[in-house]
């Protein structure tokens, strides 16, 4: 069976999506809260995490991806080594001794799971750091970025408000 999309039922399925008419708040909450998603510790899980929250909560879909992926992958090793020193220094937690040589003899040993459970048990005393830490600096981004996103939304629509019209 052939399915025929109008064009007005093509828009309101893209208003539906796109959430264009929702308020600057609103918009700038979703891109917040997927900056919040797209910082936390729990890695490989964002885009699933995002997209439910955007539907449950009935928030733009879009600004929620943006602010998901608005990290960069270069970013992310130093990204999350400070949020694990931050949470080391907040709860106490020490560094593996030899940490260095330990993780450098890891990648010579043979197989992805041998590797896998060695990164694991040198790196599972960090775990309570590394989800304090990157939970709390993906918080500070989060409040950055709605107060960010919100002064750029506004002014968007003000200058889109005050354009002239072209014959």
Do not use: C
Request: aromatic share 12%; glycine share 8%.
């Amino acid at each position: 069976m052939v399915w025929q999309l109008t064009k007005s039922a093509l828009e309101r399925w893209t208003e539906r999506l796109l959430h264009i008419h929702d308020t600057p708040e609103r918009t700038a909450a979703a891109f917040a809260m997927g900056v919040f998603i797209g910082f936390s510790p729990l890695l490989g899980l964002h885009t699933a995490i995002g997209l439910a929250l955007a539907f449950a909560l009935n928030l733009n879909r879009v600004a929620v991806l943006i602010g998901i992926y608005i990290h960069l992958p270069w970013f992310m090793g130093p990204y999350y080594a400070a949020g694990t020193a931050l949470g080391a220094w907040l709860t106490g937690a020490r560094m593996p001794p030899d940490f260095l040589p330990r993780l450098q003899a890891i990648w010579e040993l043979d197989g992805w799971r041998v590797r896998f459970e060695a990164l694991g048990s040198l790196l599972r005393p960090l775990l309570a750091a590394y989800l304090i830490g990157s939970t709390i600096l993906a918080s500070i981004l989060s409040g950055v970025a709605y107060w960010a996103s919100l002064v750029f939304i506004r002014a968007r629509r003000r200058a889109h408000h005050h354009r002239p019209e072209v014959p």
